[in-house]
């Protein structure tokens, strides 16, 4: 006679932290859900964002959370906390804090706005980290900032103009802003090399 009794969850080791990730300054939306590690470090998060959005070059990036800056290890700022030091669970994240990561590029800086949707034990075999969910396509790699991938949208809805077209080269020729390829994502984000702080 079978049992109806439910299968037993089993949890591994760690928590598990559920974030929303907002690219700021861009219509329409570009979001991604994605779940990490608490013990993953801030610079392993710097990686995830930069996957989860298409890009693979690790440009100088800093996070800040309840006040303090966390910058990348190569800004030589010897008094401030550093994201390769720092995990998310030293943080003690909880539902409803949020973080700002910032990414220089040369000329305008990306800024992400990073919400905690939930931090839940992690169940045993599950792949981390992942995306979930998201809208938005990823601006190109080389886009350097904000302005830049703005410029390149309006150039979409304006055939006619030669600057425009210039524009448009930047841009695949099936570009579709609203397209979001999550098995591209994750394939990217399962390569991506562990940074565990020590403590």
Not at 23 to 48: G, N
């Amino acid at each position: 006679m079978g049992s109806s009794a439910r299968p037993r969850i089993r949890h591994g080791d760690g928590n598990v932290v559920q974030l929303r990730l907002e690219v700021e300054q861009i219509q329409p939306r570009i979001w991604r859900r994605l779940l990490v590690s608490a013990r993953a470090s801030l610079l392993e998060l710097h990686e995830v964002i930069q996957r989860a959005l298409g890009q693979d070059w690790l440009e100088a990036h800093a996070f800040e959370c309840d006040g303090v800056r966390y910058l990348d290890a190569n800004a030589g700022v010897a008094t401030a906390p550093v994201t390769d030091d720092t995990s998310l669970r030293s943080l003690a994240l909880q539902t409803g804090v949020r973080l700002v990561h910032e990414v220089e590029t040369g000329a305008e800086p990306w800024r992400h706005l990073i919400t905690v949707e939930q931090v839940t034990p992690r169940l045993v075999g599950q792949r981390l980290p992942a995306c979930l969910d998201g809208g938005g396509a990823a601006p190109p790699e080389d886009c350097d900032g904000p302005t830049r991938y703005r410029d390149l949208l309006a150039a979409l809805d304006t055939p006619q103009d030669p600057w425009a077209a210039e524009l448009r080269q930047w841009l695949p020729d099936d570009f579709d802003p609203r397209w979001v390829d999550f098995t591209a994502i994750n394939a990217r984000l399962a390569r991506l090399p562990k940074h565990r702080p020590a403590a």
